[in-house]
């Protein structure tokens, strides 16, 4: 008697089950074969939306890109100029940096991608002409000459009054060889905005009105303008004020006040022509009672001018008002028009 063989029936549902599974299984390694050639889902290259492309797709936008490359110079005053890839020749040079993002792509773990994304900033390897970049930097408006406003440092002016400071004027003149290297460096990289100012491409001025060597100095032009000394020469006075010393001060490079010696001195010889009397033509009375004039001789008042500009200058910095005499080298019996005094030898020949 034979025994009877029972079939296993598979249910329609399991069998549902595995065919779904096959399926997926097959679109799953199918999608994973074609993501060893191409990018993710999500993929972003400098700006490029490289998802599904290749590497060679990717590299052909980012030559156009390159090729499409326009700098701006962001200048003062709110004046902008541009320098475009055509004027220097500038070309994409794959350097296998896309093809590295590629590279490093899990081929199976391309269902990850689905829930994220990649950005990549990419330094792009370029080349351009050096002669001609060189020559589009010659031609920028900024480094004409008629268009250049040199840099000023703040000044200490005096207004009538007291002295004040003037602000510092920023002007627009170009370090180039910073400007050169600003771009050459944007360019190397793809930037699209070159701010001067930010990239240290102008001549500034070395002290602004908020400078500490600024203050000083105006603190010391005033006091020296303060200063007040009036000369008693017989009846006559000459006062030396603030408005003659303000024209006598000025800063050197470094902010540091100086009294201009030459201009003192210049101040001290007139006072010398005006009241000197050395070599002056004298009228007196003779003992026969005539009136006669004598000239010449090495008789009469003579200003010592350097001891006195240097006197001069010792009461202006030391902010002194004062009244005095002026240093004499030589002097006469009094001062005035008779300044022999009443007191002489009379030789008649």
Known sequence: MRSKKTKTKISPALLAGILTFAIVLVIYIGTSIYFTKHFYFGTV???????GKTVNEVETEVAKQTENYTLELKERDD???????????????????????KNKQKAFLWIVSLFSSKNSDLEVNVSYNQDKLSQTIDSLSCL?????????NAKVEYDGSNFVIKDEVMGNKIIKDNLV???KDKVEKGVQTLELDSENCYENPVYNKDSQE???ALDTMNSYASANVTYQIGD?????????????????????????????SSYVTSLAKKY?????????????GKTVKVEGGDYGWIIDKSSETSKLIDNIKSSETVTREPEYSQKAAQHGANDIGNTYVEVNL
Not at 236 to 264: A, F, H, P, R
């Open 45 to 51: 290259i400098n700006g490029i939306n490289a998802t």
């Open 79 to 101: 004046k902008t100029e541009t320098i475009s890839s055509d004027q220097i020749d500038l070309k994409y040079v794959s350097d296998g940096k896309i093809s590295e993002i």
């Open 144 to 152: 004409d000459e008629k268009n250049v406003t040199n840099p000023q």
């Open 181 to 183: 290297s600003a771009v």
């Open 214 to 216: 600024v203050k000083n």
């Open 236 to 264: 006559s006075t000459e006062t030396v004020t603030g408005t003659s010393i303000s024209k006598w001060l000025y800063t050197d490079d470094n902010m540091n006040v100086q009294i201009n010696n030459d201009l003192v």
């Open 276 to 288: 000197n009397t050395y070599y002056a033509t004298r009228s007196f009375n003779t003992s026969v």
